[in-house]
């Protein structure tokens, strides 16, 4: 069956970057692409870019300096890495599938919480 | 950037009641929109895709609507396992925008 599961550092300083990984299953990151999308404590979804099947990338234009992701299809694993973290960078980062043809994101991880402090 | 305006940003209702939750796109957006339902501490799920078909295992007491720029999610006879955050995410070219979210509260 699909899974994603996201792992981070769980806690980042001030101005240091962020490395999280999804790991996905049950489906090839050749054929899908794989979104990422933050929820700050309390409020509302984000969507920050994706990797599509073909290795092209898409980002969030308010977060394009700070944000970079890849894959490597032979682990089935996609990245995401931000620079330059602040505090309201806190938040649960989720990778997701994109469904494809109908367009939306029909599969999401669990999430894994970052914390910004120093 | 399209922008979506979600709304109500909350509301409080009963069980066996019947709600509409609505989204705005700010241009068209050709029915390229996913609904998402949220329960607390979980992570977000697919209801809804190109604006009115069912994900896989979603109630037939939802349904979604529209087109152009105005779009609706629809919950018929609440149930209570239906509370929590609603979402809406249009698919026409990047960024994919949520909406602000509706949180469906217990009267």
């Known amino acids: 069956q699909v899974q994603l599961k996201e792992s981070g550092p769980g806690l980042v300083a001030p101005s240091q970057s962020l490395s999280i990984t999804c790991t996905v299953s049950g489906f090839s990151l050749t054929g899908y692409g794989v979104n990422w999308v933050r929820q700050p404590p309390g409020k509302g979804l984000e969507w920050l870019g994706m990797?599509?099947?073909?290795?092209?990338?898409d980002y969030n234009s308010a977060l394009k300096s700070r944000l970079s992701i890849s894959k490597d299809n032979s682990k089935s694993q996609v990245f995401l890495k931000m620079n330059s973290l602040q505090t309201d960078d806190t938040a649960r980062y989720y990778c997701?599938?994109?469904?494809?043809?109908?367009?939306?994101?029909?599969?999401w991880g669990q999430g894994t919480s970052v914390t910004v402090s120093s | 950037d399209i922008q979506m305006t979600q709304s109500p940003a909350s509301l409080s209702v009963s069980v066996g009641e019947t709600v509409t939750i609505t989204c705005r796109a700010s241009?068209?957006?050709?029915?390229?929109l996913a609904w998402y339902q949220q329960k607390q501490g979980k992570s977000p799920q697919l209801l809804v895709y190109?604006?009115?078909n069912l994900a896989d295992g979603v109630p037939s007491r939802f349904s979604g609507s529209g087109s152009g720029t105005q779009y609706s999610l629809k919950i018929n006879s609440l149930q209570s396992e239906d509370f929590g955050s609603y979402y809406c995410q249009h698919f026409w070219g990047t960024p994919y925008t949520f909406g602000g979210g509706t949180k469906l509260e217990i009267k």
């Open positions: 990797i599509w099947g073909d290795g092209s990338t």
């Open positions: 997701a599938r994109d469904s494809g043809n109908s367009y939306a994101m029909d599969y």
């Open positions: 190109a604006a009115t």
């Open positions: 241009e068209n957006i050709y029915s390229n």
